[in-house]
Structures are given as C-alpha cells and as structure tokens.
C-alpha cells in the first residue's frame, strides 16, 4: 500500500494555510502542586477524550527554592519542561499542539465602567484607563480586552479587563521551545473554567475552584465572565489540619477528606469538627464577594458550580447549597466529551482535578 500524498511530502517549516495540522490538541494545567493534562479529538462534531493524566510537581522541585506568589512558574524553565515531558509520556500523550494555563494569582480580570464609545475611541480609551486598575506598568503585560455592555442612554460601556504580565508568556514559550511543542495559545484558568463548565449557559452561576493553595471565585452571565476574586486559602490546610489533628499521613488525611468530610454521620462528627471552622471561613469570603456582586451587577447569582481539587471534600456540596440558599452542584466537564462508558464512574472521582485542562483544550477545538 502506497504512503499517502501529504505524508511524502516534507512541508518546509511555515505557518501555511493548507497544512495538514493534528485534530488532537492538549491542554495543559499547572496547578500549586500538580499538573494535568488531557488530550481532545475532534472528529466532525464529537470532541473524543483520547487520554489524561495527571502528575505531582513536589519531587522534580524539591532541590530548589519555594517559589513565592506564582507556583512553579517560578521554578527553573529545565525543571518545568522536564516534569512536562515525564507527564506527556506516562499519559500518552502525542499531539505537540499545546495551550497552557495561567494561575488566576498572577493575572488580573476585572470590569470596568467607560463612557459610551466606539471603534477606534474606545481602542484608546481602555488602556487609558487599564493603567488605574493594573498594579503593574501596561509595558510589562499582555493585555485584552471585552464589551460586556453597552448603554447609550446611560453613556456607559462596560469592558472587561484581562491581563497578564509578558514575562508570564515568555516563560511558556521558552517551555514549549525546550520540550519542542506547538505552542498555541495560553488563556487565564477563569476562562478555561467557564469554556468546561457553563456550555451555552444562560443565567448567572458563580463557579469556585477549590485548588491547594488558593480559592478563586468566577461569576459569569449567559457565559462572559463578569468578576473574579482569589482568596488565600486552600485544600491543602484541610488536609494539613486532618494530619496534624488525627496524627495520620497526608495521604491518609486526603483519603479521610474525600470519604468522610463534612459527613454528619455520628462517626464522622470528630473530623467534620475539625475541618467546618476552615470551609465555614473559606465560605464567609465567597459570601461577601457574591454580596458585592449582587449589589452591583443587573443580574443575581442564581447557582454555584464547584470544582478543583478540594471540592471532592465529602459534604461540601450540601454545606454550600444550605449556606447560600442556591442550587449548588460539582461540575463534570467530561460530560462535555466522547467517552467510553466503562470509564465513566473513574471520570466523575476525578472531573473536579481536570476541568481547566478540558477548557484549554477545547479551546482550540472549538473555535
């Protein structure tokens, strides 16, 4: 059997229009402890999981200094890209073309409130006015920009803000280039999160990402992101908390949180005691920032979507939905995909830990 025609010929290395390109793309998240990855096929309009996997960053770090602020991105580019490549090859993964995420803790999102303009005046006036908002020079950042609204009786625009510092960029670049990837696109997590989560949403749904080190809250309306907050606390001071109280490895503490939890079974009472006065101070920071969106915005809340890592605390579900009276419910982005029922049970344990790297992924797919 002949090799087919475009499998003969070498392309010289350029951006061509009419190059054949993979229709499998990973998506890439680098969380504070771990990374994960999925790889998406599109095949006509089914987007098929091909394989995931996920890695743990401590070991490949350990012989350097703790990063401060932005996770591993501040880590040596060598030891990113090696952690990458060992990830890429445990999972299987074997498409270069690539879009990586960007923590929420060193991007900045926000809207903001211009006069009602147009074309090339509102072009100038957004970073104008980006400058009184971002706490660094607009040279030093890759900035983008939204309407969300606008309103000629009122003369008002509203725009939402995204911006990245450059350097955060450049260091996925130079990433890519050592593991020799196609480096396609970066996009903050936020919008990663809502892409996974809210598909053709047409309410308002806050979406909290319950990751390690850090809490972020996402609201979005009829799916365009309308605020974002972080908040210093994690589910690794859970899982610290139930070691420390009950004498038992991480391990054992992390499988403690997941079975047991906030379970108000009488057995589970000595470790729900334990962890409620974290969650309950984790929730009272989402409640004032949902208090202040509520006030502001022309539409309320109106359910909660949960995800990250942390959400897979037993109870948490129930706890959030009875604090905020609104309907709450742990987001599965695989069902989102093509995949083989067997692994359906095993998809929904873990689909809290993979929803950022599904929406960078799909990304590209369905755009």
Request: net charge neutral.
């Amino acid at each position: 059997m002949s090799t087919p025609f475009w499998e003969k010929i070498k392309l010289p290395d350029l951006k061509l229009g009419f190059a054949f390109r993979s229709s499998s793309v990973a998506g890439i998240d680098i969380g504070s402890d771990a990374v994960k990855v999925v790889q998406l096929k599109k095949s006509g309009p089914r987007i098929t999981l091909e394989t995931y996997g996920e890695l743990k960053a401590e070991r490949y770090f350990e012989k350097e200094p703790s990063p401060d602020g932005g996770g591993f991105l501040n880590y040596r580019d060598e030891s990113i890209a090696r952690l990458l490549t060992d990830l890429r090859r445990d999972a299987n993964v074997t498409s270069l073309r690539t879009v990586f995420s960007i923590p929420s803790t060193v991007s900045f999102i926000t809207s903001i409130q211009l006069p009602f303009l147009r074309g090339e005046e509102l072009s100038s006036a957004v970073p104008f006015e980006a400058k009184k908002y971002i706490p660094i020079p607009l040279a030093e950042v890759a900035l983008d920009w939204q309407v969300l609204e606008e309103d000629a009786a009122s003369n008002r625009t509203t725009v939402l803000l995204a911006a990245v510092p450059r350097e955060v960029v450049a260091k996925y670049q130079r990433v890519s280039g050592l593991m020799k990837l196609e480096l396609e696109a970066v996009e903050i997590e936020n919008f990663s999160l809502v892409r996974s989560l809210l598909p053709n949403d047409r309410g308002v749904a806050a979406i909290v990402q319950w990751g390690a080190m850090v809490t972020t809250l996402t609201v979005a309306d009829r799916g365009r992101i309308r605020a974002s907050h972080n908040f210093g606390r994690g589910a690794r001071e859970i899982t610290s908390t139930i070691a420390r109280s009950l004498g038992v490895s991480a391990e054992r503490a992390e499988e403690v949180k997941r079975s047991t939890g906030l379970s108000e079974q009488p057995e589970a009472r000595d470790t729900a005691s334990i962890i409620a006065p974290i969650v309950d101070s984790i929730l009272a920071d989402l409640e004032r920032a949902l208090a202040v969106y509520n006030r502001t915005a022309p539409r309320k809340v109106e359910r909660i979507v949960l995800t990250g890592g942390g959400s897979s605390l037993a109870g948490l579900v129930d706890r959030v939905a009875k604090r905020f009276g609104l309907e709450t419910t742990a987001g599965n982005p695989f069902t989102r995909l093509e995949v083989p029922p067997l692994l359906n049970p095993t998809l929904k344990d873990i689909a809290p830990d993979f929803s950022v790297a599904i929406g960078l992924a799909l990304r590209q797919l369905l755009s």
